[in-house]
Structures are given as C-alpha cells and as structure tokens.
C-alpha cells in the first residue's frame, strides 16, 4: 500500500491530465466531474490512513516495562497523530471544495474572482485562490511575520 501513498493525485483517482475541448466552458460538466473523482480519491486514501493508524496503534500498543522502550512507543505514536491530525484537517478542506463543487463555486478565487486554472487546480485541487492572490498572500503573511 505503501506505493499507492507516493501516487499523484491524478494516478490515484484514476484519470489522465485534463484535456480542454475548444470552447469549452471553465469548470463545466466535465471538468467538474473530474475534479469530484480527484477530491474523492484524495479524500477515500486520507480516510484510509486514519483507519491504519488506529489499527496500528490499537495492536502495537504495548505496555513495555523497559521505560525507553515506552518513551520510544510513545513518541512513534505522538508523531503519527500529528500527521494524522493534519490529515483531518485536511479531509475537511477536501470536503469543503467538494460543497464549492456542488454550489457551483468551484475553480474561482475566492479573492479576486477570477479562475483558478486547470493545471493549478490538478496540482492543489483544494486550492481557492490563483496565483496572483496566493503570492500576494504569501507575502503579506511573511511580512507580518506569521
């Protein structure tokens, strides 16, 4: 399973690289139906890692009487909740674009209005700002030193 992890979000949904057809509407149909199927992988294998986790902690937990041997259990488990808990985080913003989806919101910036981009998208499908205002952000962020 360990491959399946260092897929791209595309290898692991299953589709190719977006194809635009002349004159085809941003954020059609189709392309929608394409970024559904991406959205719902990403969020299918995040979900997949939880469920592993709590299995893994549920049978390698041990009570061990050496000390280093726990601290060491511990600090494995500590990391993997992390990680886990950024994976959480993230499911929610996998969910979040997928309602963007359904109200027809999707591939907008959220700040300037413009269209994100199919390739941006491919790359970060929960991304909600285009590269103008993401820099921007960016920057003004560094700036204000957070």
Known sequence: MAEKKSLGL?????????????????????QLVHFRKILEAWRNQLREEVDRTKNHMQDEAANFPDPV????????????????DRERKLIKKIEKTLGLI????????KTCGIEIGIRRLEARPTADQCIDCKTLSEIKEKQMGG
């Open 10 to 30: 595309l290898a692991l949904a299953g589709v190719e690289p977006y194809q635009e057809k002349p004159n085809e509407e941003y954020m059609g149909d189709d």
């Open 69 to 84: 041997d726990r601290a060491s259990q511990e600090e494995e488990f500590a990391l993997e909740l992390r990680t886990r």
């Open 102 to 109: 359904d109200s027809d919101d999707f591939g907008f910036c």
